[in-house]
């Protein structure tokens, strides 16, 4: 498999993946957003909640702040050595505030590993004058098949698009409508001829398709792929990118092991 860079903008990524196929690309898919581990909030202890927020609901909100933390520097709680939890699988939070005023995510204080909020504007809680929240957290990995909470992306992919353009099936007026009637820019007219702009950009639709007829024909290419990722977490696309393809490889050597 062969990749290009297509776009990175911010927490999104997008490539062309080469020489593949649909079950690889689906395969890395469904791992980039349900098996690369993610640190986020899992227990948290009330001491005192007068705020008019719920506890459910305040440790629902906690829960989905994401969390900046260093993946080499934690392990599953399922497969640490320790019992009831240390700091390489756990790590530990003090969350308080008295009214009146707002409580946000910055509010939030690590008080074990070198952990940090990623956006610090997030609203948890408003309180009134006399009104007071008191609570401790600790927060995991895991992943996004056990929680939404986990998940590190939104991926998705789609076949690399092939694009025929016969001018002599199209009249002027086709040719026009054909770049007019493509929701994605995909076409343009150049010296009274129908011209793909950017191909990338389509999505085979097939809108064009329907609009003219014969002149135009799409299709997707079957060993040649765009991938789309956008981090919801605090890794970077390219990050959780390389842990899955990672963790795909280890699925496969296992599933090899058990074939032989």
Request: proline residues 4%; glycine residues 4%; hydrophobic residues 35%.
């Amino acid at each position: 498999m062969k990749f290009e860079k297509i776009e990175e903008k911010d927490k999104k990524l997008k490539f062309v993946a080469k020489d593949t196929n649909p079950a690889m690309m689906n395969a890395l898919r469904r791992i980039s957003m349900n098996h690369v581990p993610v640190l986020a909030i899992e227990d948290v202890g009330i001491k005192e909640n007068s705020s008019p927020i719920f506890d459910e609901v305040i440790a629902q909100r906690l829960g989905q702040v994401p969390l900046v933390f260093d993946p080499d520097k934690f392990t599953l709680k399922e497969e640490c050595d320790c019992e009831e939890g240390c700091p390489e699988c756990e790590v530990q939070f003090t969350f308080e505030g008295e009214g009146p005023g707002r409580l946000y995510s910055k509010d939030l204080v690590c008080e074990s590993g070198d952990v940090d909020v990623l956006y610090d504007e997030m609203p948890i809680t408003e309180l009134d004058e006399n009104q007071k929240v008191d609570l401790e957290a600790s927060a995991v990995l895991s992943t996004g098949k056990d929680h939404s909470k986990h998940q590190a992306a939104i991926s998705s992919y789609q076949y690399y698009p092939i694009i025929d353009i016969d001018n002599d099936e199209l009249t002027e007026e086709e040719r026009k409508r054909c770049a007019e009637v493509c929701p994605r820019d995909v076409f343009e007219v150049k010296n009274d001829e129908l011209k793909v702009a950017d191909e990338k950009n389509c999505t085979v639709c097939k809108e064009c398709v329907d609009e003219v007829g014969t002149g135009v024909v799409v299709t997707g290419h079957e060993e040649k792929f765009i991938f789309t990722i956008e981090s919801i977490c605090s890794l970077s696309p390219q990050e959780i990118i390389e842990k899955a393809a990672e963790i795909l490889e280890e699925k496969s050597e296992k599933v090899i092991g058990k074939l032989g």
